[in-house]
Nanobody
Framework: QVQLVESGGGLVQAGGSLRLSCAAS????????MGWHRQAPGKQRELVAT???????NYADSVKGRFTISRDNGKNTVYLQMNSLKPEDTAVYYC??????????WGQGTQVTVSS
């Protein structure tokens, strides 16, 4: 059974930075595509960024150039470095592990609030 535990959320002023971490249990991390999603109040959950098993990354247009996703397969951890934060980045951020045949898993979410 896979468990994902996010950390690093909080309150930050516009223009500031935060680094989210997501630690995964289990033995399939290195075979998984890892991603970060977010959901703002009253809005649908949206994809923020993904990183493949080989480290290739993709980003939503709204965060390109500001956010960086990375992974450490030795630590079963994925990160999201968020710079130049904007009030519209305020949301609950969720970690996702897509392990294909072995399942798809979500963390409990971590709140990010950006004040103007």
């Amino acid at each position: 059974q896979v468990q994902l535990v996010e950390s690093g959320g909080g309150l930050v002023q516009a223009g500031g930075s935060l680094r989210l971490s997501c630690a995964a249990s289990g033995r399939i991390f290195s075979r998984s595509v890892m991603g970060w999603h977010r959901q703002a109040p009253g809005k649908q959950r949206e994809l923020v960024a993904t990183v493949s098993r080989d480290g290739d990354s993709n980003y939503a247009d709204s965060v390109k150039g500001r956010f960086t996703i990375s992974r450490d397969n030795g630590k079963n951890t994925v990160y999201l470095q968020m710079n130049s934060l904007k009030p519209e980045d305020t949301a609950v951020y969720y970690c996702n592990q897509d392990a294909g045949f072995w399942g798809n898993y979500w963390g409990q979410g971590t709140q990010v609030t950006v004040s103007s």
